[in-house]
DNA sequence: CAGCCGCTCACATACGTATTCAGGCCCGTT
DNA sequence: AACGGGCCTGAATACGTATGTGAGCGGCTG
């Protein structure tokens, strides 16, 4: 009654009455299995309810069929939040990892030392996915050690100026040009960009460069009293557009760096009485779930965040696998709803 | 230079001058072992950055301080969706196992067969924990193979009647019969619940209990035209807001048996003119992040997604240890905001 | 001085699988 | 009939760690 050893290949093979290697063959597939012996083996081993042991597997082979998922959070965020644009993304991971038989580790970065190439050195995984900086200057720090060591790695975001590791992330340029550019089609000129435009945080400092350039490509250019800094919560969102308030300078649209920014933004700008989007349009970047269901509901550039998901995964296993795979710019695409009418 | 063979237990020997087994012991901080031997042993490793290998330590151990998390999605959801109370407690979940030292696998239940049990069969983790039901009659049929084969783990949800594993959740009668009080104190009567109340869905049928009683305890009973069936997606809200509309028995209130079901038939209800909470009070279940950026804010019975991961993962491990943990009730809490005003 | 004990350590081994190598069989060819 | 070549299988072994067992050594007691 169930509490025995669990069988091995050994017991298999015994009761197929072949060696354990025919065994082993046998259940991975292998040819030059005699077609009758392999069935007979099958047979065995479903009926025991056989596993092959990931433990040995993993010794003998050298790999684990795993992946790990590492969060970098922001530090200041003392929360098991976790960006909402992340969690769309973990679906597909997850669903992709399942497809191509990998299993997934995940993980937050913790902060002591150098925990990350844990994964890999104690052979926990084959290969790493990258997900948020945290702080910006570990960041770049771990990055390198970890190519030193020659781990295998993907991380999502925007290409960095040392090029470091392989690189999958949205047109961030591009979604930000766009969306600006449809906000100056609607007749908008005074167009606040709420987000840090750092190069600390890569992708808004991207977006950021596509909305400038944008505005250039119209002859205009960036008010400085026009960009509030924020990061992705709404709570800072909020913080931004009451400074922006409070400023005093004039504008009729924002760009915020994220659909998070954008809704508390919009909180606090309709708390102030400002109609959306009569007195001011509103484009958010991401489509998280909550973008749709916004009051108004929220225009926006979207991340196809499940081709991300897929992309990053398949990358890594053909990295791992040696193939030769590269970057990826993914493309975004401007989602209109009601929070930036004519 | 890097691309050499990683370090194992006997290189870390040889340079330390003892044997195998004393580093094993060194590093793993048995006593019996000569401090300074250990010193020595420990200068040496940190320099050759030299990891345990997870595969043969686990081979050898025949544990792997994994755990696995099984998510039993919604069949009829095709996509990446993972119910957002989940996502709370997805963080904690992760960062309790840290704490713990233990390592987290992730994945969705597939359709395929038996592949649940292949986590522990397979010695990938050392125990399971459950989220969510999927099919209720797949559901029941594999916790009894979990069980049948001694597997470890614990789930999320109501106790079953079979009274199958062991069981973390929060008080789904004691936080709706709450929600209910609080809107019959409000002077409201005529209140619809909107979700299951069927017992494939035991966590609502449990939340649709405590509104019965609550109600029984005024000296009203259910009027079956209040009691709409919907599950935990906004669309689904709309949609029995929509019926219940349609329906045209007269209400005053709703009670909803999640936030999404809350947020959806909200935005239903004020599309089709009733102001909220003047006409309509509304409570949804879970405080999920929505529902205090929804419009209005979203009054609602609060579930601790923070302690729910910590309970799950601290009673999972304390089972693996075969220490003596039982089954938890976590409060609920009930959150005032606007959507249910006097 | 014999005997004993506690402290450190080395030797040997097991965990369950995947893979290399070699051997046996059967068939067809010369 | 001898030989070569496929096809299938078994014997042996390695992966890197953790642990049971026993040995050497010094100090202490009687």
């Known amino acids: 009654m169930g509490m025995q050893r669990k069988p091995t290949s050994f017991d298999i093979a015994q009761l197929a009455g072949v060696s354990q290697p025919t065994v082993s063959r046998a259940l991975r597939g292998e040819s030059g299995v005699n077609p009758a012996t392999r ?50 993304m973990l ?29 890999e050195d104690a052979r926990k995984a084959d290969g790493l996915i990258l997900l948020g900086y945290g702080d910006f200057e570990l960041y770049r720090a771990r990055l390198k050690a970890l190519r030193d060591a020659g781990t295998h790695f993907v991380r999502w975001g925007s290409v960095l100026a040392e090029g470091a590791g392989l690189t999958i992330g949205c047109d961030n340029r591009g979604g930000g040009g766009e ?50 800094d924020a990061i992705t919560t709404e709570d800072s969102g909020a913080a931004a557009a009451q400074a922006l308030l409070d400023g005093g300078a004039h504008f009729d649209a924002i760009l915020a760096a994220s659909d998070l920014i ?9 708390a ?19 973008a749709s269901s916004a009051s108004p509901p929220l225009t926006t550039v979207m991340q196809d965040a ?37």
Not at 262 to 270: D, K, P, T, Y
Not at 272 to 290: L, N, W, Y
Request: aromatic share 6%; glycine share 8%.
């Open 39 to 88: 069935l007979r083996i099958e047979s065995i081993a479903k009926q025991l309810n056989y596993r092959v042991d990931k433990a040995a597997s993993n010794l003998r082979t050298r790999h684990s069929q795993t992946l790990a998922l590492l969060f970098f959070e922001d530090p200041t965020s003392d929360d098991s939040l976790i960006n909402p644009f992340f969690h769309s």
């Open 91 to 119: 679906g597909s991971i997850i669903r992709t990892c399942a497809e191509h038989n990998h299993d997934l580790l995940i993980s937050f970065q913790q902060l002591s030392s150098d925990w990350h190439t844990d994964y």
């Open 179 to 228: 969306a600006t550019r449809h906000l100056l089609g609607l007749g908008r000129k005074r167009i606040a960009f709420l987000g840090t435009a750092s190069s600390h945080y890569p992708e808004f400092h991207e977006r950021y460069r596509g909305h400038a350039e944008a505005l250039a490509g119209a002859g205009l250019s960036v008010d400085p009293a026009l960009q509030i």
């Open 262 to 270: 954008a809704i508390g933004a919009m909180r606090v700008l309709q």
């Open 272 to 290: 102030a009485g400002k109609r959306i989007p009569e007195d001011v349009s509103v484009i958010g970047f991401d489509d998280i779930p909550a």
């Open 306 to 342: 499940r081709l991300a998901g897929r992309t990053l995964v398949e990358t890594l296993i053909g990295r791992i696998r040696e193939k030769p795979v590269g970057p990826a710019l993914l493309p975004t695409k401007l989602i209109v709803r009601k929070s930036c009418g004519a």
